[in-house]
């Protein structure tokens, strides 16, 4: 189950490529300062941004979920950005990837908030220069993000896409019993049990929950290789994972107990777009506070699809978005 400031000048310490691809979009990689609230240090983001940021149309920035996951499976949204000639931005979140870790902060709840990382997207948007003018698109925890950001009501901020976010933690641990349950008693017995005993380590368990990550998580098997590689991140540093989520998969134990922006919804003034799978865990009741408070919202489900619709219908998914973004 996965996923889920000073001046406005790019201090980009370096960039790590500039290159054209064969259709000669431009993609840039680099890292930014960081002054981490709460700690007397800097860290960096990494970003990369696919297309030209100061073209005339507005860029639109994407926040990655997990939380634990890196930016890579994000990219596939530049099938949005760029036959309409805008850029797409998308960055490690700080602890993650290729952004600086922080291993000594594990299980330090009041550190690993939604504040920090909401404090890490301005940073990034004024260091980019694009905080008056962006869209932002968030999946499944990073999406969490994203409404949490537009509650704050940025001026910058047009046109918002929640994918596979849950209006609330509880929601989504609801609807992933709902779906356990359902799982061939086999296959429940061992998560159960595991999950009970605290003991996740173990073939069994792996096993069961790849199965469970088959139905709801990504029916395209084997999994693309950019979530592949987003799982393989979040394991090889478990520090935000385990912070904010837990050890535990049908359960949530760490900073996200109890996370809710169903009270707060009502504030998202922008335009929105609620997506998600029929078999996700953000599953129809997870993402109807969403499109019962959210003023000027629509909703779109994708049949065929577990928690990664953007792969698993990647052309409907593309089309979709395409033509929300470009609506006036
Ligand atoms: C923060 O770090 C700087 C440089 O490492 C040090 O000079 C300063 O005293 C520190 N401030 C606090 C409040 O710890
Ligand atoms: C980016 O867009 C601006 C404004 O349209 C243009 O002047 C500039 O040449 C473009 N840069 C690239 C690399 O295409
Ligand atoms: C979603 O999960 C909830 C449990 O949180 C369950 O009650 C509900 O029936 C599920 N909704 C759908 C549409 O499957
Ligand atoms: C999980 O088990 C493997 C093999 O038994 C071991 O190498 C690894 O360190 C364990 N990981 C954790 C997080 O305990
Ligand atoms: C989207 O982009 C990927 C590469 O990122 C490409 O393989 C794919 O064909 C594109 N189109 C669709 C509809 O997914």
Known sequence: MAPFIYAPVILAVYFASHFATSTSVPVVTGELDFKIPTLNTT??????????LTSHQRPLVALH???GFDSEYMEILSNITTPR????????????????????????????????FLSELDNVLSKLGIQDNYDLAGHSWGGMLAARHATSRPKGLK???????????????????????????????????NEKAGTTNNTDYQKAIT????LHVCSIQPMPEPIAAGFAVMSSDPTVRRSMYGPLNFQVTGSL?????????????????VTHGKRDQANQT???????????????EFENSGHMAHFEEAAKFTRVVSKFLSEA
Not at 211 to 214: P, Q, S, V
């Open 43 to 52: 860290g960096k983001t990494w970003y990369k941004i696919i297309g030209n």
């Open 65 to 67: 979920g997990g939380p």
């Open 85 to 116: 000639s805008g850029a797409l931005v998308v960055y490690d979140q700080i602890g993650n990837g290729r952004s600086t870790h922080l291993p000594n902060k594990l299980g330090d709840d009041s550190f690993w908030t939604d504040g920090l």
């Open 159 to 193: 046109r918002l896409v929640l994918m596979s976010a849950p209006a609330s933690i509880d929601l989504w641990v609801g609807a992933g019993n709902v779906y356990l349950k359902e799982l061939p008693q086999n296959d429940q017995d061992i998560i159960i049990s």
């Open 211 to 214: 199965y469970y990550n088959t």
């Open 257 to 273: 107990k109890g996370w809710t922006i169903i009270h707060d919804a009502h504030k998202i003034s922008v335009p929105t777009l």
């Open 286 to 300: 997870a993402v109807e506070p969403l499109l019962k408070e959210i003023p000027n919202v629509q909703g779109v």
